[in-house]
């Protein structure tokens, strides 16, 4: 049986973080990290947008501006992010104050890498760990966990074969948000307390470059709209719509470098937070319940509306998507089924189109005829564990980290949940 001072499991940003924080600091630690996959296949290999303003990609139940800004700055040390400009916020901000003083425009120092450069950008941070010393198990599972020996059982994650037993002195945990539901049965075991009851559920918007003229000033533009609904993940360049890696119910977005070109499309969220109440028992089973509702009725698909359908309260058809007689002259990038978005609950598709009226006054175009929502898009943030200290430990040497924890919500959140995890294991050895 192998032992290991450290045991991550998972090697997203979270895991990530966690580790190089720990190697640096204290290089004669024994470091494993486990991944399922048979590559380090984490969060960085998606898209790849890293913001560095709190409290964007920050769970303000856990961080305050002061520890966000703490651990943003040490990762940059080692993320190097080249910061984009933005430019023309004021012509932003006033016509923001003249339309409803409830909306906010966030700026945020943001980097962006873009999917074709990510396995590039991975390597290189896996390779500087490796060279540190610490061990990459790929293709390992953590499938149980002895609390009491301090043992985890792993499987080999293609056959489901036990593989390994291992110990540990500390074990981190980092699954993200596939790993939700994972890491509630690990918390249920544990007796650890955690709510489950926050979801961001929206649409996503795709449409011409030409409709949506605020990325040339802003590459990912935060709008806090009311009713809770805010503008998540824009993507331009060349962007693409795609079903999430992470959710079957949900679609996504990313688009490629900046030296891949355009494709005259952007992508963005608008999602709605919902935050839950008794009797709900599952934020995440709520979710998935209309994920499972939408994929019914459509054959399995996810479903896209084009604006003018639906302002006419007509469901989108496979027929006339692309008829250029109604404006629908570009093909979406993601194979959904036609369908209707009013399908989804009111309390949901309600605000959200409000919100996207007064995002057509900031942004004139985002509701012409032709642009495509998708339905639905899922955000599980669900977990909100009970920890025992400000470190994230949530067990006695069990510290649970990442998006799966809800400790974060994006690339740069996870990672320095990471670090402020690996802080408090320093702390104690
Ligand atoms: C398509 C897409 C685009 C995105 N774009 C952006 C973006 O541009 N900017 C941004 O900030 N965020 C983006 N995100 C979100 C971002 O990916 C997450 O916020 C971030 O990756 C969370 O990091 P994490 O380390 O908590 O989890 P993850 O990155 O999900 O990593 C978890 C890892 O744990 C492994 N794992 C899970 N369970 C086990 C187990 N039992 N045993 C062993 N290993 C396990 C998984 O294989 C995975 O490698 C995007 C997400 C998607 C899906």
């Known amino acids: 049986m192998e032992y290991y001072d450290i045991i991550i499991v998972g090697s997203g940003p979270a895991g990530l973080g966690a580790a190089f924080q720990l190697i640096e600091q204290k290089p004669d630690l024994k470091i494993a990290i486990i991944e399922k996959s048979k590559i380090s296949s984490g969060g960085f290999r998606n898209d790849g947008k890293q913001n560095y303003t709190y409290p964007i990609g920050f769970e303000e139940k856990y961080w305050d501006k002061a520890q966000a800004e703490y651990y943003l700055d040490a990762a940059k040390l080692i993320l190097d992010p080249d910061i984009l400009t933005r430019a023309n916020m004021d012509k932003y901000h ?3 104050e003249k339309i409803e003083k409830n909306i906010r ?6 980097a962006h890498i873009g999917t074709d450069k990510a396995s590039a950008y991975i390597r290189a941070l896996t390779d500087r760990l490796k060279k540190l010393g610490v061990v990459f198990l790929y293709s390992t599972e953590l499938d149980s966990i ?10 080999n994650s293609s056959d489901k074969q036990i593989l390994h037993i291992y110990r540990y002195h500390k074990l981190v945990i ?10 509630q049965e690990v918390m249920d075991q544990l007796k650890i307390e955690y709510a489950d009851y926050i979801i961001d559920i929206g649409v996503r918007a795709e449409a011409k470059r030409e409709n949506y003229r605020i990325v040339d000033d802003y590459y990912d533009p935060k709008i806090y709209l009311p009713g809770k609904v805010r503008t998540f993940c824009t993507n331009s360049g060349y962007a693409i719509v795609k079903r999430d890696p992470t959710c079957r119910f949900s679609v996504n977005g990313e688009a490629l470098s900046a030296e891949k070109g355009s494709n005259n499309l952007i992508n963005f969220a608008l999602l709605k937070t919902m935050k839950l109440t008794e009797p709900i028992s599952s934020g ?16 399995g698909k996810l479903i896209m509306q084009r ?15 692309n008829d250029h007689d109604l404006g629908y002259d570009f093909l979406p990038t993601y194979q959904a089924n036609p369908g209707d978005i009013a399908l989804g609950p009111l309390k949901i598709i309600l605000p959200i189109w409000e919100a996207f009226k007064y995002l057509d006054k900031i ?25 025992l200290d400000n470190y994230f430990q949530a067990y006695p040497d069990i510290y649970l980290i990442g998006d799966g924890a809800g400790t974060s919500r994006g690339i740069t959140g996870a990672w320095a949940s990471g670090a402020r995890a690996a802080d408090g294991i320093l702390k104690s050895l």
């Open 94 to 96: 006033k016509r923001i």
């Open 105 to 110: 425009l966030v700026e945020v120092d943001q």
């Open 146 to 155: 002895d609390e009491k020996a301090k043992e985890i059982m792993c499987i």
């Open 174 to 183: 980092a699954p993200g948000r596939k790993g939700i539901g994972f890491l």
């Open 284 to 299: 995440r089973e709520f979710a998935e319940i209309i994920g499972k509702m939408i994929l019914g009725i459509s054959k």
């Open 307 to 321: 604006v003018g359908d639906f302002r006419c309260k007509k469901r989108s058809t496979a027929e006339t998507f």
């Open 363 to 387: 942004v004139p175009g985002i509701l012409h005829p032709s642009t495509v929502l998708y339905f639905p898009e899922i955000k599980m943030y669900a977990n909100k564990p009970e920890f």
